[in-house]
């Protein structure tokens, strides 16, 4: 089955730090390129970010709302990406989803679950 | 950075009726190769959003052929021929052609 199981939400302080998971099966990860998307609380989706595949370098981009605090990577031996997000602000608050482009020529056709990031004091 | 904008953004339709979402974007997504790098998503309420149309025109795997993707340039357009209770949710255009992705507003389809 192809899926993408998400971890690593959670309570976190303004001004620290967390680590999501996105774990791959199922389908060649190597070969896709994994995009980050967010939903904030009554708000609509937001892409955050991507990181190609290697036969691309590895190349990331991201949204300018979190440039600079949030690093995209993955580990194709693992089949896992991750989304290191630093210097987190209340306006970081959402639920995040990992989704990637498996049968589709293009767009994203498979979507983690989702896991929720709250930054509160 | 290319800006979405989709409209209407709530849309209150009968059952069986058709239904349409417009969406326009602030530069062509007309590629060289001929391709239009809009997709249409939807997302139902407690799940996560689902790849209904890629490149304009193409429907994802498992999509019922109700739903159509057309337009070019940067105005875009998903018809679903006859809506059915399952399809209620926001459905979301997006650019596919540069980063930093866009999404659109999202426009909330409802059951009259």
């Known amino acids: 089955e192809v899926q993408l199981v998400q971890s690593g939400g959670g309570l976190v302080q303004p001004g620290g730090s967390l680590k999501l998971s996105c774990a791959a099966s199922g389908f060649i990860f190597s070969g896709s390129t994994m995009n980050w998307v967010r939903q904030a609380p009554g708000k609509g989706l937001e892409w955050v970010g991507r990181?190609?595949?290697?036969?691309?370098?590895?190349?990331?981009a991201y949204a300018e709302s979190v440039r600079g605090r949030f690093t995209i990577s993955r580990d194709d031996s693992e089949n896992t990406a991750y989304l290191q997000m630093n210097s987190l602000q209340n306006e970081d608050t959402a639920m995040y989803y990992c989704?990637?482009?498996?049968?589709?020529?293009?767009?994203?056709?498979?979507w983690g679950q989702g896991t929720t990031v709250i930054v509160s004091s | 950075d290319i800006v979405m904008t989709q409209s209407p953004l709530s849309l209150p339709v009968t059952l069986g009726e058709p239904a349409s979402i417009s969406c326009r974007s602030s530069q062509s997504l007309l590629h060289s190769n001929g391709f239009n790098y809009v997709d249409w998503y939807l997302h139902k309420s407690g799940q996560s959003p689902q790849l209904l149309i890629y490149l304009g025109s193409y429907r994802a795997s498992g999509v019922p052929d109700r739903f159509s993707g057309s337009g070019s340039g940067t105005d875009f357009t998903l018809t679903i021929s006859r809506v059915e209770a399952e399809d209620v949710g926001v459905y979301y255009c997006?650019?596919?052609?540069?980063?930093?992705?866009?999404f659109g507003q999202g426009t909330k389809l409802e059951i009259k």
């Open positions: 989704a990637g482009p498996v049968a589709a020529l293009n767009g994203m056709d498979v």
């Open positions: 997006m650019q596919d052609l540069e980063t930093p992705r866009a």
């Open positions: 990181i190609r595949t290697q036969a691309r370098n590895y190349a990331t």
